[in-house]
Each structure stands twice: as structure tokens, then as C-alpha cells.
């Protein structure tokens, strides 16, 4: 069983930045494909950003094209921790944002059912 657990999130203006956390445990948490998603009130969850495990020290960041160039994901394993930087942020990006652990092999880090463990989910509230 993996632990999955974000932090970060609260209210910000437009234009600003905050920084999520995700702490996950295990001992091959270097491995582990983590994602980010996000679910607005009344719509369904969806993908923002992955950071996947490609064999050595190589990783492979993935954006959804709503936050490409905005939001920055990035691990460090000796915390087995991922962040997601948000920069210039929208009201639109309003919603709770959820970390997700992959465990073992897996293609396909877009979509919500490749992910094994999910957090409880932090919320973010861009106001205009």
C-alpha cells in the first residue's frame, strides 16, 4: 500500500504562484510515475501534468496543454516527494488538485486509470 499525501494548495490572485507538494511512500518511490490532476466543481477530473520514470536518472514531464508553460513538475527521490510549480495563475485553474502514484509498468501517464494510489487532494482557489 502506498501513501499518497499533497499539500500546498489555498488562495492566490491571478497571476500568482504556489507550489503543491506530494509526499508518497515506498522504497522504489524513484520508479513510481506520479501525476497530477485537478477536479473543478461540476466537472470531471482531469489531467494536468505526469513525471514518469524512463529508466536510469532519465525522466519524461508530460503537460496538459492548459498548463504548458505555467506549471513546472519535478521530483526529489531522496524525499520521495513531487512538486508542481504554478506560475501565472488563472481562475480557471481553481479546482482541488489530486496526486497520483503509478506502481510498476504502465504507458499511458494522461489518463486517470493507469494510477494505482491517489491522495485526498489539496485545493487551489485563483481568484480574479
Known amino acids: 500500500q502506498v501513501q499518497v499525501v499533497e499539500s500546498g494548495g489555498g488562495l492566490v490572485p491571478a497571476g500568482g504562484s504556489l507550489r503543491l507538494s506530494c509526499a508518497a511512500s515506498g522504497r522504489t518511490f524513484s520508479r513510481y510515475g506520479m501525476g497530477w490532476f485537478r477536479q473543478a466543481v461540476g466537472k470531471e477530473r482531469e489531467f494536468v501534468s505526469a513525471i514518469s520514470w524512463s529508466g536510469g536518472s532519465t525522466y519524461y514531464a508530460d503537460y496538459a496543454d492548459s498548463v504548458k508553460g505555467r506549471f513546472t513538475i519535478s521530483r526529489e527521490n531522496a524525499k520521495n516527494t513531487v512538486y508542481l510549480q504554478m506560475n501565472s495563475l488563472k481562475p480557471e485553474d481553481t479546482a482541488v488538485y489530486y496526486c497520483?502514484?503509478?506502481?510498476?509498468?504502465?504507458?499511458?501517464?494522461?489518463?486517470?486509470?493507469?494510477?494505482?494510489?491517489w491522495g485526498q487532494g489539496t485545493r487551489v482557489t485563483v481568484s480574479s
Open positions: 497520483a502514484a503509478a506502481v510498476g509498468y504502465h504507458t499511458n501517464y494522461r489518463a486517470l486509470s493507469e494510477f494505482d494510489y
